[in-house]
């Protein structure tokens, strides 16, 4: 997909387009339960998987993701060891303390409008994003390594097993939001225990975590939890608003033009942990032109297909029989689907720019960027989704991840005009 010379950027390239491509199959069976499912169910669904899961992964998962993606070529591997060591168990202790404090909340704060969602799907969610550290600790390394070919098993198990295990569970169950429920938890607990025993033999847990361990990870990690926050903060207000406002079967409308959307994830995933890993270590070894490089020719790259994908993704919807029909040929779902699209691509390009901040440390700058972007959705959300339903969620999606990626493209040119890196 991006042209180089380079044979590891190649070679990372071609495998993320074929596991991508495999994700893709994947995710229009996922599509599938739009039209398997009663609308309210699907849209319980999307909220356990988006707004449950995606909090607790950003609060648990994501920081000590993106710290091993920075740091792998800046230390040697036994100090590296204990920092994730140290990540690891502390994600633990921040995922039971939240699993007891959801069982010990009052059955009113489960009550969304007047549809309640059951405790035990909540807590169930929380285990697997707790659990799924581990997987994406051993993602991260291999990515880092640019061993891209383990990277992709990791995201290809969770995402290609759901299904399956949702079929599998569909025989016990029916085609309800427990069968996409079981699918989501047991996938991501699986692989996420599976991950803790590799990394274990591999020797990356083997240094004994202490406090002074933990001190240089969690003055990274923690600005990057608050953008984590914010990152899903955007999906989630979009959401709750369109569930208080029109209802949960309304959400669940809202959530299948973003499943079709999220196919622009597609480029994204492709084009980032291609990037990454060849962009941090020509930052480590001081190369900074061949990185500024980098960075401009793949996003005018990723901007070409995600261009194309905002113009064929509706017209997928309008004119595939079995989509159009889960889609319940709805004007305002096939409209939401090209504006989702070009948010879902600002979002991917903004977190290509966001590398030379985060290569340089400067995660509190990302963080704050994120979370302003996320309190200009809350507004828009509040102006437009009252006025537009669904159509405005889609709109206030859009205006956010714009806005993430222009402050983002401001601040890293500002800081070379200025002579940071």
Partial sequence: MIVSKDKTFRRNVIIYTMASAMGGLVHLAHLLWTHLLDQAD????????????????????????????????????????????????LAFIVGAVATLTLCVLPESFFVLGVEAIPRWAIVGVLVAATLATGRMMAQSVNEAQSQPTRAALWSD??????????????????????????????AHAGAGLAAVLILSRQGWLARPPSLASLREPLRFSLPMILAGLAYVGYQSADRLYVAFWGGIAAAGRYEASYRLALLVNTVNVVTLKSFTPLFYSAYGRGDRERATKLLRKTSLQATAWIGLLVVLLPLIAIYTPILAESYRASPDVILSIPILAAGLGCLGISFLWQSPLLARGKTKTVS??????????????????????????????????????????????????????
């Fill in 157 to 186: 198990f969770v995402d290609g097993t759901r299904p399956f295990i949702a079929i599998a569970l569909f025989f016990l169950l029916g085609w309800t939001w427990e069968a996409r429920w079981g699918g989501l938890v047991l």
């Fill in 42 to 89: 699907y849209g319980r669904f999307a909220i356990l998987e988006g707004v449950v899961f995606g909090f607790a992964a950003a609060a648990i998962t994501l920081a000590p993701q993106q710290y091993i993606l920075v740091y792998l070529h800046k230390k040697p591997r036994e100090k590296l060891g204990g920092d994730l060591g140290g990540m690891l168990g």
């Fill in 368 to 421: 704050a960027i994120a979370v302003v972007s996320a309190l200009v959705n809350l507004g828009a959300d509040a102006v437009l989704i009252p006025r537009m339903g669904g159509v405005g969620a889609a709109w206030g999606t859009f205006i956010a991840f714009a806005f993430m990626l222009a402050m983002t493209m401001l601040v890293v040119r500002r800081a070379r005009g200025t002579g940071g890196h």
